[in-house]
């Protein structure tokens, strides 16, 4: 990290170097600059016509890419400023200029993002969360004399996007772009966040107690061969004779390593957010044959894995405190299970849930509940989904199909694509929304 007496020198040199650079709406916070809308770009500077901070790439707290404008800076290139119009779009000679000279891309301005690529190839095209992955003719255009090519889309301010470059048909991620992840969908991607993204708070390792991580093998039976799941156990547990409710997660090696799981459960449960609960991590073994709102492994978590927890663990073994959830097809299994079996679990959730297989089957089955079957066993349902996923519009009617019904829905979206990263953001949500009357 570079310091802030360091920080401040930078900006002392840059402001000698350009006198009109716009710098000087730097503000002070306990003496350590700050840019109020948080970039820095490396360019060669030129007077500002009016008198506004750069604002081109993101802040971000990657060392790296610090020290890349440092750099820059110690080489005389200086900190650049330039002209926009009301709706912060750059005029066509800056973006020019910067498309020479930018080192660090994409460059954001305002609500704006223009991806950049230079190298190698005779069609190059933008692809992500934004086009549901699928080429949509974003295709990046010359920009003369400039060595470089470059597209621009309009994203909202709280935004998180992945995405790739398609050169010549070969899939890659940004060269430019030092922010890569790889997010268990589709292998490393680049990604931006837009000014005002923010993730969540409760996936840090805080220091707060801590609950306890084990391993079980569930021996083979008949023709189905040995199972391993991991199983949290809150803080307290040990030493105490208390019976806790059970969240049946999906996926579950994925949501400890991508989605923080264990590290949010911690924090909630030691800020109060929820009552302590222990979380039983399920990993299938084939996913898409499983997951596909599969009758026998739904049959297999209610008879088989549900009784080996209750007898090893010190649960609390009634429907209305058991819980299911998962991401994806992880949570169209969640649903199903739970309506395939619904004297068992009470509550259940899904984040991103992919309910467009097999022509909406199980909406259908959702759609065919009816006044008997929620009185003999009321549920409540917890959903979230990235405004930029193609199955947004599935989700908004089941949540509409569910609250019309009578049932207690609790629902968010966010500016988002369809991976962990959007997963772990939603996590406390779901948490809290699925044990929120336990409080």
């Known amino acids: 990290m570079i310091s802030e007496?360091?920080?401040?020198?930078?900006?002392?040199?840059?402001?000698?170097?350009?006198?009109?650079?716009?710098?000087?709406?730097?503000?002070?916070?306990?003496?350590?600059p700050r840019v109020s809308k948080g970039v820095w770009c490396c360019a060669k500077s030129d007077a500002l016509p009016h008198g506004r901070a750069s604002a081109i790439?993101?802040?971000?707290?990657?060392?790296?890419?610090?020290?890349?404008?440092?750099?820059?800076?110690?080489?005389?290139?200086?900190?650049?400023?330039?002209?926009?119009?009301?709706?912060?779009?750059?005029?066509?000679?800056?973006?020019?200029?910067?498309?020479?000279?930018?080192?660090?891309?994409?460059?954001?301005?305002?609500?704006?993002v223009t991806f950049v690529y230079r190298g190698r190839g005779n069609r190059v095209e933008v692809v992500g969360?934004?086009?549901?992955?699928?080429?949509?003719?974003?295709?990046?255009?010359?920009?003369?004399?400039t060595g470089a090519r470059h597209y621009t889309h309009t994203f909202a301010a709280t935004a998180r996007v992945e995405y790739k470059f398609i050169v010549d048909g070969e899939w890659t991620i940004d060269p430019l772009n030092p922010q890569q992840v790889n997010n268990g969908v589709g292998g490393f991607n680049s990604f931006i966040t837009m000014p005002e993204y923010r993730?969540?708070?409760?996936?840090?390792?805080?220091?707060?107690?801590r609950?306890?991580?084990?391993?079980?093998?569930m021996p083979n039976r008949g023709n189905r061969p040995a199972r391993k799941i991991s199983v949290y156990l809150p803080h307290g547990y040990d030493g105490?004779?208390?019976?806790?409710?059970?969240?049946?997660?999906?996926?579950?090696?994925?949501y400890i390593m991508r989605g923080h799981a264990v590290q949010i459960a911690n924090n909630l449960i030691a800020r109060a957010k929820v009552k302590p609960f222990i979380i039983v991590f399920v990993d299938p073994a084939d996913r898409i044959k499983e997951y596909w709102a599969n009758d026998a492994f739904s049959d297999f978590?209610?008879?088989?894995?549900?009784?080996?927890?209750?007898?090893?663990?010190?649960?609390?073994?009634?429907?209305?405190?058991?819980?299911?959830?998962?991401?994806?097809?992880?949570?169209?299994?969640s649903v199903w299970t739970a309506l395939r079996h619904p004297e068992l679990f009470a509550r259940v959730g899904g984040q991103s849930s992919a309910f467009w297989i097999d022509s909406e089957r199980v909406v259908t089955a959702l759609a065919a509940l009816d006044a008997a079957a929620q009185q003999k066993h009321p549920m409540r349902f917890y959903f979230d989904v990235g405004r930029l996923e193609p199955i947004l519009d599935v989700n908004r009617r089941v949540?509409?199909?569910?609250?019309?019904?009578?049932?207690?829905?609790?629902?968010?979206?966010?500016?988002?694509?369809?991976n962990f990263t959007t997963w772990r953001d939603g996590l406390a949500d779901a948490y809290v929304a699925l044990w929120i009357d336990e409080l």
């Open 301 to 333: 978590v209610a008879t088989e894995l549900v009784p080996f927890v209750d007898a090893r663990f010190r649960t609390r073994a009634d429907r209305d405190k058991r819980a299911l959830l998962g991401a994806s097809l992880g949570g169209v299994i």
């Open 199 to 209: 993730p969540t708070p409760f996936a840090d390792e805080a220091r707060v107690e």
């Open 57 to 112: 790439v993101e802040m971000t707290k990657n060392t790296a890419v610090r020290l890349i404008v440092l750099a820059s800076i110690i080489m005389n290139i200086g900190i650049t400023s330039y002209a926009q119009s009301d709706d912060g779009a750059l005029h066509a000679l800056e973006l020019t200029k910067l498309l020479k000279t930018s080192i660090v891309t994409p460059i954001i301005r305002g609500l704006q």
């Open 240 to 254: 105490s004779p208390r019976r806790y409710p059970v969240l049946y997660l999906q996926d579950g090696t994925d």
């Open 129 to 145: 969360d934004f086009t549901g992955w699928r080429p949509r003719g974003h295709v990046l255009s010359e920009a003369d004399g």
């Open 399 to 418: 949540r509409a199909l569910l609250t019309e019904k009578g049932y207690a829905v609790v629902y968010r979206e966010s500016e988002a694509g369809h």
């Open 211 to 217: 609950g306890t991580l084990l391993k079980a093998v």
């Open 5 to 32: 007496s360091l920080e401040l020198s930078l900006i002392q040199v840059s402001n000698r170097q350009q006198k009109h650079s716009g710098l000087s709406t730097l503000k002070r916070n306990g003496g350590s």
